[in-house]
């Protein structure tokens, strides 16, 4: 156990050295924002993409096969607001990509339902989703778990996270972002926090250290984001969604303590101290965990089991471009706005 809790506290993992402590050119001290942390990690995707059967497995800096969910430390070095966030959905698209949290090293995938890749509705004025979306590692809404703020217990995932910057990022891209506020969802009776965040590399994000920078930056955009999460299932013949606090950004200290409390239920997680239900919680750096593996076990899982060659790019057939195209050229009108 006292080596989970070392490992929690800095990064470090199996071994005589960490495969994710920072290494910092020139000397620079660890206190100083690092500035890069996508080349510690890099992707690797199976199976043609735009179809159910593709997957974007990670591995670290030395080449091995690691869990975005598990593996990625949620802090960066030991500055107070800096974390490292997977990004799942590029801005401005429509296909909902989302950690595999019940297959082996949690491989970014399309998310399916009924048989068919999911697409989320543009609703006027909107386009896709109008943030970065992903997820923070380390963190777990405990579905059997109720909330104190919400009364609601968790959804069962990563928390999420909508990245404000002005770049528009990749799939698999892991950022390091300062969090700014949260937004509490309450999706079919389910907690569903929505953390808003700076990308650090972001030419502005020196601007933004709280959620009113967000409201005096850049007007409007958190009322679009209400607005958005409002409606966006609407069109697949839902009702609204609701929310706690009614509708309120709370604050980055607020963000702060809900990320501490999924990142307590994600070490309950790990440490199989909680029933996780269907989650896989397979890992190769959290050496005193149960779900532990050797790389050469990490590799296996991958080889065998994503039904995927390596690097199998080929074209996409013309009925999955048809549907692609129809669902993210489609413009709902609700009469919402505004």
Not at 323 to 331: H, I
Request: aromatic fraction near 10%; glycine fraction near 8%.
């Amino acid at each position: 156990m006292r080596a989970l809790r070392l490992w929690l506290r800095t990064g470090w993992g199996c071994g005589a050295g960490s495969l994710f402590a920072p290494r910092f050119p020139g000397g620079v001290k660890a206190g100083a924002w690092p500035r890069r942390a996508m080349a510690a990690y890099r992707t690797e995707g199976r199976g043609q993409p735009h179809s159910p059967g593709y997957r974007l497995f990670f591995k670290n800096e030395a080449g091995h096969y690691i869990s975005p969910f598990h593996d990625i430390p949620l802090r960066v070095d030991s500055i107070e607001n800096l974390f490292n966030m997977v990004v799942e959905i590029p801005r401005w698209t429509n296909a909902k990509m989302e950690i595999a949290t019940q297959e082996p090293l949690n491989p970014i995938k399309p998310d399916i339902k009924d048989g068919k890749l999911r697409y989320v509705a543009n609703i006027f004025p909107h386009k896709g989703y109008i943030w970065n979306y992903g997820a923070l590692p380390q963190t777990w809404e405990d579905p059997h778990r109720k909330d104190k703020n919400t009364d609601c217990c968790g959804d069962d995932d990563p928390i999420d996270v909508c990245e404000i910057g002005s770049k528009v990022l990749s799939c698999g891209e892991v950022i390091r972002v300062k969090i700014l506020g949260v937004l509490a969802l309450i999706d079919q009776g389910e907690t569903d926090w929505k953390l808003i965040a700076i990308n650090v590399n972001d030419p502005e994000a020196s601007k933004f250290h709280d959620i009113d920078d967000v409201k005096k930056y850049k007007p409007g955009y958190l009322e679009a984001t209400l607005n958005w999460f409002q409606l966006y299932k609407v069109p697949e013949g839902k009702p609204e969604n609701q929310f706690a606090f009614n509708g309120e950004f709370k604050s980055k200290a607020f963000a702060l303590e809900i990320i501490k409390s999924t990142h307590e239920c994600w070490k309950a997680l790990l440490m199989k101290k909680c029933d996780g239900g269907a989650i896989n919680c397979t890992n190769v750096q959290v050496c005193d965990s149960p779900f532990h593996c050797t790389q050469e076990e990490a590799r296996s899982f991958v080889e065998s089991g994503c039904g995927g060659e390596l690097n199998e790019i080929t074209q996409v057939s013309s009925s999955l471009n048809k549907e692609s195209n129809e669902e993210e050229q489609a413009w709902h009108f609700l009469g919402k706005w505004g």
